[in-house]
């Protein structure tokens, strides 16, 4: 009954991305499936329920549906996403160059370059932000590696967000879960969390295009020592 009435409302999951059917079945089997999802999703192929999946898995823990330990399901799923996001960043550093090239029309150089930066000011923010957005999870992975961003800090982030994002929302499913109002809303949930964790980079992006006319039309700036050098001379 609590399983229908959870999975009933997340309508926007067409019937094949269920986590009802994702994670029906024996324990070992629901746990492997959880895992592989979560790593493809981290590396691959971003169309996969991998919130919903994940706090429904620990409403289920929490329910019985899945007889398994908490902590163990949180490990578990935490390794899948972060050895999914080593993989996405070592497929865009090899493959990135081979694909970012000046004749491209999609794939420009530039793109790589403007991202390498902007990775390099936010990195920290925008990769574990980007584990809570649906799409972004995935790329973000291969365009750090394309732009070489710092393998010491990517992986430091990556195992942050790792962390917070599969172990946190499966320990949040199997506290909150049962609540009547989240567990009838969990499509709108996961909708407000989205727009929340976009917030911040929305935020960095609008403050960097401020910054950048404020700069243009403030000109550039001459460097004291060339105003020095056109200063007529006056030998006593």
């Known amino acids: 009954m609590i399983l229908a009435q959870t999975t009933e409302k997340m309508s926007l ?27 493809a999703e981290s590396s691959i192929f971003p169309v ?11 409403l289920f823990i929490a329910g019985g549906q899945i007889d398994a330990p908490l902590w163990l399901v949180c490990v578990l799923a935490t390794l899948a996403a972060i050895i999914g ?3 996405g960043y070592g497929i865009g550093w090899k493959v990135g ?25 936010h990195g920290p923010k925008a990769v574990v932000l980007a584990r809570f957005v649906p799409f972004v999870r995935t790329f973000i ?10 393998p010491k800090k990517y992986f430091t982030y990556t ?12 320990v949040l499913g199997s506290l909150l879960g049962n609540i009547p109002f989240i567990k009838n809303n969990v499509d709108a949930i ?16 609008l403050k960097s295009r ?14 004291p020592a060339e105003v020095t050098q056109r200063i007529p001379r006056v030998d006593g």
């Open 13 to 39: 999951m067409p019937d094949w991305l269920n986590p009802e059917v994702l994670l029906s079945g024996l324990t070992p089997t629901v746990v492997a499936i959880l895992c592989l999802i979560l790593f």
């Open 48 to 58: 996969l329920p991998g919130d919903s999946l994940l706090f429904t898995a620990g």
């Open 85 to 87: 996001n080593v993989l």
């Open 97 to 121: 160059p081979k694909l970012f090239k000046p004749d491209s029309k999609f794939f420009k150089p530039e793109y790589v370059e403007n991202t390498h930066a902007f990775l390099e000011k």
């Open 141 to 150: 992975t291969w365009i750090a590696g394309a732009g070489k961003m710092s």
């Open 159 to 170: 195992v942050l967000g790792g962390i917070l994002w599969a172990a946190g929302l499966i």
């Open 190 to 205: 996961f909708i407000l969390i989205v727009l929340v964790s976009v917030l911040p980079i929305v935020f960095e992006y």
């Open 210 to 223: 401020r910054e950048k006319k404020r700069a243009a039309a403030e000109g550039p700036v001459e460097d």
